[in-house]
Each structure stands twice: as structure tokens, then as C-alpha cells.
């Protein structure tokens, strides 16, 4: 049914009226001619037909002999569309036109995006990219995508691979950075202690041990030397000349025990912060380079407050350096209260505070060999001091280049 | 007419036994109705009469007068007729 449509429609038809005394003779000689005709119709006593446009034409002597008049009402399909667009021309010019302009913008690169660049500067890439061809305006048939990224390669031995692909009129470098080894400090140094601590081991890689173990050194004695002494001659041969030593760059690992002392104290009657729920809100503005002041508040709006910040920034659009941000500092209000505690729980309050001032100073890691926490006699009795002794084994050395005037 | 008579019940009968459509064989027209509708008829011989109210179609045997309203006929072409509208009576002349 679709096809038998899109064949009337190709062909074009004719909506005829049919007048005469007889209709019905000329629809008969039709169907002997094989010529289709369907939506036949009467209003009153004209009969109207459809028939095909190339039947159209040869039905005037099957007209004459039915003795009926034929008219042409109506038309409709593709030849008389045709006829209708012949005679707009500028229109069909104008469509013409616009796919080729779109076929003309499409088949060529307009934008180079550089990605994947960590430390080269993509403009350097891409003026690379642009030397071999690649650069917004060149048509994409031209392009030797293969070509360009090897080219690309050789021009810039920091990367270690580059791939171009396409996306429409955008052409996009994935370029991947060579990781070079950073250059070693080779010159000559000690290695000298960090840390007072008693040795425990000694293990000199480069240099020669300067402590031994049970030695108790000081922050800032030398541990190993970073000098080589001659080989000494062998026995019962005199020695023809002298080497002097050498200077070479120490290295090894000294580990020593070392000691963390801390203190902390806890009053019995402790004084502790507690919201009111009052707060002051300052708000301020910024957008571009400018500030603007949307709410203000005192400098100092309360006896005792603590600040709260809260940065709020707009999502801005990519390649914007254009960035809105609001700044609000929440003022709320403090008040001081006293709380009463037992001597136990003081002790603990202590001995806590204690061990997280000493624990800032314990790098991160280390051995704890032991851990000591001593009370110490007060005369006061509402305040509860804690001493607490931390001991650590760890690596103690820190290599320090020689000075060479 | 008698003679004629028997010449087609054996044709049908072979027609029967061959088991060949006997629309075919005997040379008479399918009719087929949707609902009051439409009605296509296959294996027509031409169109005697056609108004808004009456349709009558030529078979090989006599002929088929349809009656009833807004009678249109949809397709006309070599092997059949599609008549469309409100349909009302069908009558068979031999």
C-alpha cells in the first residue's frame, strides 16, 4: 500500500471531473485500457476520478468515445512540485548552497586542544602540531594524523608518545610526558645526627662509621664520614707513593635509640567553651577583581567567639577565568563554663594531652619501644601534672654535603 | 441448460479433487466484506451502473447491485473493485 502511494505520489496524479451521460462507460473502457483509477465519487451528476498523470493523457480518445467530458480539477506529486520549486530558483540555489558551505566548515579542523602536558606548555606543543600541518583551518582530508604524531615525537624528544585523533572539527593532541630520572646529588657528604639518641647499629653503604654502638651522641655529631682513606700497602712491600684519601658521599643507616619528653596538666575544675547559638554573619562578595562588602560585622562582635569560613564559589564555564565567590564568616557566640572532675579522670585528661604533643614530634613510623607515664608530685592539689617519657628506635642520620672551599 | 448444468458440478468436483481454489476453476467472482464497510470484489467484468446510492458491478455470471450511501469506489482496476461507503444491501442477479 505504501509503495502503490509512493508511485502516485513519483508519477503524479490527476483529480477528474467526469461529465456526461454515461460515466460508467468511460470508466469500463479504462479498465480495458488497464488504466487505475481509484476514489471514484459522485456529487450530483458529475463523477470525479483519480487517476495517474501519464494516464491522464491517454484517455482523451476513450473520452470521445463515452461521450463524456473530462476536467482536470486537481493535481498533486512530485512532477507538479517539481514545476512549483523551477520556478524558485534562489530557494533551491539557497539549500544548495548551505550544504555545501556545511560540507566546506565540517571537512576542516578548527580547534587544537592540547592535553595530557604536565609540565611543557601545550602553546609549545601546539606550535609543534601547527609546523607539521595541524593547526586550525586545514582541511582533515590532507591530514596524516600517523604522520603528524611521529613527527610530533621526534620534534619533542621530552614526550614519549603523542596521539592525535579528531572529534568533528576538533582536533585533540594526547601527548604523554617522559618521566626522567631526577639528577642524583653526587657530591661529597657526611652523615651527621638529627637527634640526640645512644647508637644501636651502625651500617656505613658509602664512608667510613664514625660511632660505634652504645656511643651516645648529640644532635649534629658525625655519624659517617664521608672521606675514604688510602688502601694501606700490602705488608712487606714498601709503598711507592702515598695515595691521599678520598671524598666520597657518605650514606648508610645509624639507628639509636631516642627519647621524647612531654608534659601536660589537667585542672580538677576545667573550664570548657559551649555555643550559645547566637551568631553574626559578615558576607562579602567577590566577583572578578572586585569585593564587595554584603554584610558586615564587627570586628570583634563577642567576649568569646569562634570563626567559622565558608567559601561558595559559582561553577564558572570553562576556559573563564571569570570566577564569582562569596565569603561568609559565621561569628558564634562562646560561653565559659566550669566543670567539675575526679583526680582520676584529670590524670587521663593529663596524661592525653601529654601524649598528643609528644606524639607531633614522633615522625611518622617509627619503632616505640616504650612508653612511660609518671605523675608528679604537686603541691597544688586542684592542678594534676603528667609527665610521660617516650622511647623510639629509629634512623637517626642526615646526610649534609661537605663544604669545599 | 441442462448439459451445462453437468459440466459444472464436474468441474467442480475435479476442481474439488485437485483441491485447486474454485473461484479459479469456475470463473466467479470473490467478494469479500468488511463489516458494512467496504466490499472488494475479485474477478469483476465492469461497472454498469454507479451513482452515490447504487453500485452495480458485471460478473461473468450476471451481476451484483450493492446498495446504500456515500458509496465511493475506492480502487477500480483489471482484476478487482473496492467499493467503499455504508452498505446496506447486496443483491445477486443471475
Known sequence: MLTLRFTNYLHGTVRARISGPMPEKFINLCLARGIFLWGIAKHNDDMFVSLRLGDFFRIRPLARRSRTR????????FPFALKRIRRRKMLVAGAVLFFMLLNLLASRVWFVDVSGNKEMAGERIAAVAADQGLKPGITKDGLDLKKVEKEMLLALPELAWVGVSLTGTRAVIEVVEKTLPKAEDRSPAHVVADKDGVIIEVIAIAGQAAVKKGDTVKRGDLLIKGFVDAPPAAPGQVPIITL???????GGIVKARVWYDSYGEAGLAEEVY?????????VTL??????????KAPAQPYARFEAETVH???????????????????????????REITAEQAR??????????????????????AREVAVLKTAEPSIVRVKVTVETIEDIGRTVNINQQ | MERRRGRRTSLQRLAGLLELPQDIVLDMPRITMLGNKQLLVENHKGLIEYTGTLVRIKLSQGELAITGSDLVIGNFQAEQLLVEGTLTDIKYDV
Open chain 1, 274 to 282: 559551649r555555643r550559645t547559638g547566637r551568631q553574626t554573619v559578615a
Open chain 1, 244 to 250: 691521599p684519601g678520598q671524598l666520597v658521599r657518605a
Open chain 1, 312 to 338: 561558595k564559589k559559582l561553577p564558572g564555564g570553562r576556559n573563564s577565568d571569570f570566577t564569582v565567590e562569596s565569603t561568609i564568616n559565621i561569628f558564634h557566640e562562646l560561653i565559659a563554663e566550669t
Open chain 1, 286 to 295: 567577590r566577583a572578578g577583581g572586585r569585593e564587595l562588602q554584603v554584610k
Open chain 1, 348 to 369: 587521663d585528661l593529663a596524661r592525653g594531652r601529654a601524649l598528643a604533643a609528644v606524639q607531633d614530634r614522633i615522625p611518622e613510623g617509627v619503632q616505640v619501644v
Open chain 1, 70 to 77: 473530462v476536467e482536470a480539477v486537481g493535481h498533486a506529486g
